[in-house]
């Protein structure tokens, strides 16, 4: 069965930058897109980025320039790299397949001083 596991998160200072991996199995990991969405305290969950089986990215508006989403075939694991991190990032982060509906259990991002 399909399963996704977050990683990486954790309190980072405004300006701070953090890399977020999600480690992914069954299921053949390089023909699918993938995503990472987040979820703050009182909001809908968003989408933060998406990337293509074949690379090609995408990012939502508030982040666009500060993060940037990757992925290694070979280790099935999409990687989130946040910078310039802003109190307002602050959100359990989660991945999923862009066109599936299994989640992960998420990591917590905190930026705060």
């Known amino acids: 069965q399909v399963q996704l596991v977050e990683s990486g998160g954790g309190l980072v200072q405004p300006g701070g930058s953090l890399r977020l991996s999600c480690a992914a199995s069954?299921?053949?990991?390089?023909?699918?897109?993938m995503a990472w969405y987040r979820q703050a305290p009182g909001k809908e969950r968003e989408l933060v980025a998406y990337?293509?089986?074949?690379?090609?990215?995408s990012y939502g508006d508030s982040v666009k320039g500060r993060f940037t989403i990757s992925r290694d075939n070979a280790k099935n694991t999409v990687y989130l790299q946040m910078n310039s991190l802003k109190p307002e990032d602050t959100a359990v982060y989660f991945c999923k397949r862009l066109t599936g509906s299994t989640w992960g259990q998420g990591t917590q991002v905190t930026v705060s001083s």
């Open positions: 069954g299921f053949t990991f390089s023909v699918y897109a």
């Open positions: 990337i293509s089986s074949g690379g090609s990215t």
